[in-house]
């Protein structure tokens, strides 16, 4: 059996299909940069540890 589909309510489902498949992007986005930070923040412990290598173990210090 299949139900008829208000115009309306098309419009809103491709809306929020459009807009779901835009958000997965920059989610996507976000990961990838997230990925690079955290490989610039390892570089700058490795060194912060080549000039002080007492404190290079400590990752919960404040800036």
Same mark, same amino acid.
């Given at each position: 059996? @299949?139900?008829?589909?208000?115009? !309306?309510? *098309?419009?809103? @489902?491709?809306? +929020?299909?459009? =807009?779901? *498949? #835009? $958000?997965? $992007?920059? #989610?996507?986005?976000?990961? !990838?940069? #997230? @990925? *690079?930070?955290?490989? +610039?923040?390892? %570089?700058?412990?490795?060194?912060?540890?080549?000039? =002080?290598?007492?404190?290079? %173990?400590?990752?919960?210090?404040?800036?």
């Amino acid at each position: 059996m @299949t139900q008829e589909m208000f115009p !309306e309510i *098309s419009a809103a @489902t491709d809306a +929020l299909e459009k =807009r779901i *498949s #835009i $958000t997965e $992007t920059e #989610i996507a986005q976000m990961k !990838e940069a #997230i @990925t *690079s930070k955290k490989k +610039l923040v390892k %570089g700058w412990r490795k060194a912060i540890a080549a000039v =002080r290598p007492e404190r290079a %173990g400590k990752k919960g210090d404040a800036v």
